[in-house]
C-alpha cells in the first residue's frame, strides 16, 4: 500500500472546490469530499494488517545531501487520527454546506478546510522528524486562514493572529526539541527515535528536548497558560471550531504527547510538568465554562478543560493512564463535534449564540435539542454513553498514582471537583438553551434545520450512544492498537465493560453528578461570587502586549537605523573587532611557515598608487566626480593584481563591472551636489579615523596569517576535472557553467528581479536637471559632441566582435557570458551617451524585459534539458567533432546556458542605464518602457 497517496489525496483535494464551485453549492461539496473520502477508504483498507500489529511504512528521497527522506508510517496511533481527521472532515463538509451563506465563498473555505486537514494527516502519519514539523507548521497557517475566515470581523482578524503567534512561537520551541532529539539519537526518522527511549532519557540534555516539545504541544492544544488563544478562535464559522476542536488543530498537541510518550515519559520530570499542567487545564477550563454566556464560548473552555484531562492522564505515566487516555480522545472527538456543530444550527437557525436569550428552544426544535442534550450529557460523563467509561477509567486512575508523596490524595479530589463543574457547565448548556422559559428578543423565529445539516450531528451522537453502550465490539479493536503504539507494544489488561460494580471510580462519579447539578442549581451565589473580580479580556490583553513588543522594537529601530550611514557602518565594524579580537590575541604569531613571494617596482608602484588612490578617495569624498576618478584608480588597479596573479577572468570581469559601475555613478551623481558640506565633528572625525584603522589592522593581520599558511583548497578537484566533467580548459567558466551552474542560475535571476525592481522604481520618476556645475556655468549646449558620436559608432563593431569572441572561447579560454554581455553592454551604452536615447530608440528596437525573460529561460531550459536524460539538472554535455577544412572542435551545452547568462546581462544592465540616461532628456513617458 502506497502510504504517500493518504496526505497526498487531500491536497490535491484542495484544487476540487476551486475548480467546481461554478457547478453549484452541491457539487462544490460533492466534488471536495471525493478526495478525502478515498484517503478514508485507504485507510480503513490498511486497518485489519494495522490491528494485527504491523506498523506500515514507505520512505522517498526528499534531500539525499542531508539525509532527509519524505517517510511515512501508519501504525494504530496514526490509524485512530486518521480516522477521526478523515471521517469527522467527511461530516463537516456536508454540514459547512448548509451552514455557510450565499455571500461566503463556499471554495475559498472549503479549500482552506481541505488544507487543514492535510496538514494533520500529514503530522499523524510523518515517519520523520523535519516532515513531522512541516505539517505543524501548517496547520497553524491553515488555521489562521480559517480562523480569520470572515476576515470583515475584528474579532476573526485578531483571534487569528493570537492563535498564529502562540502556536507559531510553540513550533519554534518543538522545531529546536526536535533537532536537539535528532542529534540525541543520531537519526531524523521517528521509528528510529521511538527506539531510543532509554538514550535519550539519560542524555544530559533531555530536560531541555523535552521541555521544547512540551512547549509545542501545550501551545498547539491549548494547555495553561496558554490556553486563552483558543476561546478566542471562536470567531471562525461553526464547521471550522467543530473540526478545530474535535480532531484537528488542538489535538495536534495531544497526538504529539502520545506520539513521543514512549520516549519522554517515565521520568519524575514528565511526571511533574505534563501531569499539573493538565490538572491546572481541567480545572481552569471547567471553571471558567461555568461563566460563559456565548454558547460557543461554553464549549470553547469545556474543550479546554477536556484537553487537560487528557494531558493530566498521559502524565500520571501508568499504562492504563495512557489506555484511558486514547479512549477519551475518540470520546472527546464524538462528542464534541455532535455540540459544536448544533450549536452552530442554533446560531444559524435562531440568530444568536447567548444563551441569556437562547431558552425554551426545546419547544421550536426539538429534534435538533434531542441530538445536543444526548451530547452534552455524553460530556458530563452519564452512564450509557461514551463520555462516562472514558471518565470513569480517569477516576480509577486518580486513584492509583502515588508521585506526589503524601499529597497524591489530592489528585483525585481535584479530578471530582473537574467532574462536578463538568456536569455543572453541561446541565447549564441543557437547561439554559433548551427550557427555562421563552426566547427572549431573538432576531429570528428559531426552526429545525435542513435534514441534511443533521445528519453529521445524528452520526456523531449515535456513535456516542453506541460507544458508550457496546464500547468493547465498536472500538475494541481500534483502542487496543492505538494504545499499543503508545505503550510500545506493552498493552495491560483492562475492560470496557458498562458496570464494574460498586466502587470509588463509581462513587467519585457519583459525587460528581450530585454535586454539578447543585452547584447549577445554586449558581446564583457562585455567579455573585465570581462578579467580584474584574472581567479580564484576553484578546485585550494579548493585543496590548503586541503593541507594547511593538513600539518598544519600533524605539530601538529609532536608535539604531537614524539614517545615519555612519552609525551603521561604525556599529557593524565595532562589532567585527568585538568577534575577531580574541582569536587574533589568542595567536601567538602571526607570520606562517609558508615563504614570501618576491616583488618588484612595478608591483610596489600598483601598490602605492592602490593606497594613495584609497586614500585620496576618502580625503576628497566630498567632491564627488574627483573621489569618482580616484575610486576608478581603485578599481583598475585591483583589474591588474588579477592579472598578475593569474586570475584573467577575474581580472576581466572585475574591469568590465569598473566601466558600468562608473558610469552607472555618474548617471546618478548628475542629479545631485557637485559637493556635498562637511557634516561630521572633528570628535567623529577621530572615532572613524581610530575604528577604520583598527578594522584595516585586523584585516590585514588576518590576511597575512591567512597567505603564510598552507592552503588546502578544492580548487585541485575542479582543475583535475574541468577537462574531463565538463569539457573546457577555462576552469572559472565551467564552474559557473556546470558544477556550479545554479548558483549561476539563481545568480542571474536575482540580478534580473534586481534590474526589474529599479527600473519600476524610476520609471515615472522625474528630476530637476541642472542647467551649470557648482559655479554657475553652464553646461555646454552640444549634449551629443560630433567627435564622441564618430568615434563611438567606430568603436561599437570592434566592442561587438570582441564580445562575440570573448563568449565564444569562454569555455577554454579567459571570457565567457557574463563578460561578453558586461562588453555588449558597455558598448552599446556609449551609443546612448554619444547619440541619446531618441536615437538609440529608432534604430535599437530591442525589449529589455523581455531579453532578461529569455536569458533567464534559456539557462532554466538547458538545465531541464538534462532531465530528459536522465541526468542531474544542469548537467553538461560536451562532445567534438570534425569538419573539413575546419578540423576537430567541441560543442557543449555550457554554451547555450551562458547565452541565457549572456542576455540576462545585457537586459539588467541596459535596463538600467537607459532609463537612468532617459531622466536627463526631454523624452518624458507616460506609460513605463522596457528601454
Not at 490538572?279 to 481552569?284: D, G, I, P, R, S
Not at 477519551?328 to 442554533?346: E, Q, R, Y
Not at 564552474?735 to 551552474?741: S, W
Request: proline share 5%.
Amino acid at each position: 500500500m502506497n502510504l504517500f497517496w493518504i496526505p497526498l489525496l487531500p491536497l490535491l483535494g484542495t484544487l476540487m472546490p476551486l475548480l467546481t464551485e461554478r457547478f453549484g453549492r452541491s457539487a462544490c461539496a460533492l466534488m471536495t469530499a471525493i478526495l478525502p473520502a478515498v484517503a478514508l477508504f485507504m485507510v480503513l483498507y490498511a486497518a485489519p494488517q494495522v490491528f494485527a500489529g504491523t506498523t506500515l511504512q514507505e520512505s522517498f528521497s526528499w534531500i539525499p545531501s542531508l539525509g532527509l527522506e519524505l517517510s511515512f508510517r501508519l501504525d494504530g496511533l496514526a490509524l485512530l487520527f486518521c480516522l477521526l481527521i478523515l471521517g469527522i472532515g467527511l461530516l463537516i463538509i456536508l454540514y459547512a454546506r448548509y451552514y455557510l451563506s450565499e455571500q461566503d465563498s463556499m471554495s475559498r473555505f472549503y479549500a482552506y478546510l481541505i488544507l487543514f486537514m492535510t496538514a494533520m494527516v500529514g503530522i499523524v502519519t510523518a515517519n520523520n522528524l523535519i516532515q513531522l514539523w512541516l505539517f505543524w507548521e501548517l496547520t497553524s497557517i491553515s488555521s489562521f486562514l480559517l480562523i480569520s475566515f470572515w476576515n470583515h470581523k475584528s474579532e476573526a482578524r485578531k483571534g487569528a493572529r493570537m492563535a498564529l503567534t502562540v502556536t507559531g512561537a510553540g513550533g519554534l520551541a518543538l522545531l529546536a526539541g526536535l533537532l536537539l532529539i535528532a542529534h540525541i539519537v543520531g537519526s531524523y526518522d521517528l521509528s528510529v527515535v521511538l527506539a531510543s527511549g532509554d538514550t535519550l532519557r539519560e542524555h544530559s540534555a533531555y530536560p531541555v528536548a523535552l521541555v521544547l516539545v512540551l512547549l509545542g504541544a501545550f501551545t498547539k492544544s491549548a494547555q495553561f497558560p496558554f490556553h486563552f488563544w483558543l476561546p478566542h478562535a471562536m470567531a471562525a464559522p461553526t464547521p471550522v471550531s467543530a473540526y478545530l476542536h474535535s480532531a484537528t488543530m488542538v489535538k495536534a498537541g495531544i497526538f504529539l504527547l502520545a506520539r513521543f510518550y514512549p520516549v519522554l515519559s517515565g521520568t519524575e520530570l514528565w511526571f511533574l510538568i505534563v501531569s499539573l499542567t493538565g490538572l491546572a487545564t481541567l480545572l481552569l477550563g471547567a471553571y471558567i465554562a461555568l461563566f460563559k454566556h456565548d454558547l460557543k464560548g461554553l464549549l470553547a473552555y469545556s474543550t479546554v478543560s477536556h484537553l487537560g484531562l487528557i494531558t493530566l492522564l498521559l502524565g500520571m505515566d501508568t499504562q492504563l493512564a495512557a489506555v484511558a487516555a486514547i479512549f477519551h480522545i475518540i470520546n472527546h472527538a464524538t462528542f464534541k463535534a455532535s455540540l459544536f456543530m448544533a450549536a452552530g444550527i442554533i446560531d444559524h437557525e435562531s440568530g444568536s449564540r447567548d444563551m441569556r436569550k437562547l431558552n425554551g428552544l426545546w419547544k421550536y426544535m426539538p429534534y435538533t435539542a434531542t441530538l445536543a442534550m444526548v451530547a452534552a450529557a455524553s460530556m458530563a460523563g452519564v452512564p450509557l454513553l461514551n463520555g462516562f467509561l472514558s471518565k470513569e477509567m480517569f477516576f480509577a486512575e486518580t486513584l492509583h498514582q502515588v508521585s506526589l508523596g503524601s499529597l497524591s490524595w489530592m489528585v483525585p479530589v481535584l479530578a471530582t471537583l473537574g467532574g462536578v463543574f463538568s456536569v455543572a457547565y453541561s446541565t447549564r448548556f441543557i437547561h439554559d438553551v433548551f427550557f427555562n422559559g421563552e426566547p427572549i428578543d431573538l432576531p429570528k423565529t428559531p426552526h429545525e434545520p435542513p435534514r441534511y445539516m443533521r445528519i453529521p450531528v445524528e452520526i456523531l451522537v449515535a456513535l456516542c450512544l453506541l460507544l458508550g453502550i457496546f464500547p468493547g465490539y465498536i472500538i475494541g479493536g481500534l483502542l487496543d492498537s492505538a494504545s499499543s503504539a503508545v505503550l510500545a507494544g506493552n498493552l495491560p489488561d483492562y475492560s470496557l465493560s458498562i458496570w464494574h460494580g460498586f466502587n470509588l471510580p463509581l462513587l467519585m462519579s457519583v459525587i460528581a453528578m450530585m454535586g454539578g447539578l447543585m452547584i447549577y442549581y445554586n449558581r446564583r451565589h457562585l455567579y455573585q461570587f465570581q462578579a467580584q473580580f474584574p472581567e479580564t479580556d484576553a484578546k485585550m490583553a494579548f493585543e496590548s502586549a503586541i503593541q507594547w513588543l511593538v513600539a518598544a522594537a519600533t524605539r530601538v529601530h529609532k536608535f539604531y537605523e537614524n539614517g545615519s550611514l555612519q552609525r551603521y557602518m561604525w556599529l557593524l565594524l565595532l562589532f567585527a573587532l568585538v568577534l575577531t579580537a580574541g582569536p587574533l590575541m589568542d595567536l601567538n604569531t602571526t607570520a606562517g611557515l609558508r615563504p614570501h613571494l618576491p616583488i618588484d617596482g612595478v608591483e610596489i608602484t600598483a601598490a602605492v598608487l592602490l593606497c594613495l588612490s584609497a586614500l585620496a578617495t576618502v580625503i576628497w569624498h566630498r567632491k564627488r566626480m574627483i573621489a569618482l576618478l580616484t575610486l576608478s584608480v581603485v578599481g583598475l588597479i585591483v583589474s591588474i593584481a588579477f592579472a598578475r596573479f593569474s586570475a584573467p577572468d577575474l581580472a576581466l570581469t572585475q574591469l568590465s563591472v569598473e566601466v558600468v559601475t562608473v558610469i552607472l555613478l555618474m548617471l546618478a551623481l548628475f542629479f545631485l551636489p557637485q559637493k556635498t558640506p562637511k557634516e561630521s565633528s572633528p570628535r567623529r572625525v577621530v572615532r572613524d579615523l581610530a575604528i577604520a584603522a583598527m578594522i584595516g589592522g585586523v584585516v590585514g593581520t588576518i590576511n597575512y596569517a591567512m597567505m603564510t599558511r598552507p592552503l588546502d583548497s578544492i580548487s585541485d578537484y575542479f582543475l583535475a576535472n574541468s577537462k574531463i566533467g565538463g569539457g573546457g580548459t577555462n576552469v572559472v567558466n565551467v564552474i559557473l557553467v556546470d558544477f556550479r551552474g545554479f548558483d549561476t542560475l539563481g545568480e542571474i535571476t536575482v540580478l534580473g528581479i534586481a534590474a526589474l525592481g529599479i527600473f519600476k522604481l524610476i520609471a515615472r520618476m522625474r528630476l530637476f536637471m541642472p542647467a551649470g556645475d557648482e559655479h554657475g556655468r553652464p553646461w555646454a549646449r552640444d549634449r551629443h559632441p560630433m567627435m564622441l558620436a564618430v568615434i563611438s559608432q567606430s568603436l561599437l563593431p570592434l566592442a561587438l566582435l570582441v564580445s562575440v569572441y570573448i563568449f565564444l572561447r569562454g569555455h577554454n579560454l579567459p571570457g565567457g557570458g557574463f563578460i561578453a554581455g558586461l562588453v555588449t553592454s558597455v558598448a552599446l551604452v556609449q551609443q546612448y551617451v554619444a547619440h541619446g536615447v531618441d536615437w538609440m530608440k529608432a534604430r535599437l528596437k530591442l525589449d529589455y524585459q523581455w531579453l532578461i525573460g529569455s536569458g533567464v529561460l534559456i539557462a532554466t531550459l538547458t538545465g531541464l534539458g538534462s532531465w530528459a536524460f536522465d541526468r542531474p539538472f544542469l548537467t553538461s554535455w560536451f562532445d567534438y567533432f570534425k569538419l573539413p577544412w575546419i578540423g576537430k572542435f567541441e560543442l557543449a551545452s555550457a554554451m547555450v546556458f551562458d547565452l541565457g547568462v549572456y542576455l540576462t546581462v545585457i537586459g539588467a544592465t541596459l535596463l538600467i542605464l537607459a532609463n537612468l540616461g532617459k531622466l536627463t532628456t526631454n523624452h518624458r513617458p507616460t506609460q513605463p518602457e522596457s528601454e
